[in-house]
C-alpha cells in the first residue's frame, strides 16, 4: 500500500520561512513526476509547483521566486521550500505523485502565515 506523508507545516509570520518535505513508502512503481498542491478555505485545490523526473520545474505565478520544489537524495521525496511568506499563502499544502498507473496523494499539511 503506498503512502505519502508530508511534514513541515506550521504557523510562521509574514516575511518567514517553511520548508515542506513528502516521503513515500510503499511499491509505487516509476514516478513520473512530483507536485505540491495548495487549497485554501472555500477554493479549489492550486497546482503551487512540480518537478518531473528529468528534473523541469514548473511554479504557479503567484509563487514564482519565493518557492523552490526539489527532489530529495532518498528515493521518493520531495521537498517544496518557502520563503518570504504572505498571509495569503496559508492554505492545506498536498503532496502528489504521479506515477505510471496511479496518483497518489498525501494527507495534506497546514501552513498558515500571519500578518
Known amino acids: 500500500q503506498v503512502q505519502l506523508v508530508e511534514s513541515g507545516g506550521g504557523l510562521v509570520q509574514a516575511g518567514g520561512s517553511l520548508r515542506l518535505s513528502c516521503a513515500a513508502s510503499g511499491s509505487i512503481g516509476k514516478v513520473n513526476a512530483m507536485a505540491w498542491y495548495r487549497q485554501a478555505p472555500a477554493k479549489q485545490r492550486e497546482l503551487v509547483a512540480s518537478i518531473t523526473s528529468g528534473g523541469s520545474t514548473n511554479y504557479a505565478d503567484s509563487v514564482k521566486g519565493r518557492f523552490t520544489i526539489s527532489r530529495g537524495n532518498a528515493k521518493n521525496t520531495v521537498y517544496l521550500q518557502m520563503n518570504s511568506l504572505k498571509p495569503e499563502d496559508t492554505a492545506v499544502y498536498y503532496c502528489?505523485?504521479?506515477?505510471?498507473?496511479?496518483?497518489?496523494w498525501g494527507q495534506g499539511t497546514q501552513v498558515t502565515v500571519s500578518s
Open positions: 502528489n505523485f504521479k506515477a505510471v498507473w496511479s496518483s497518489y
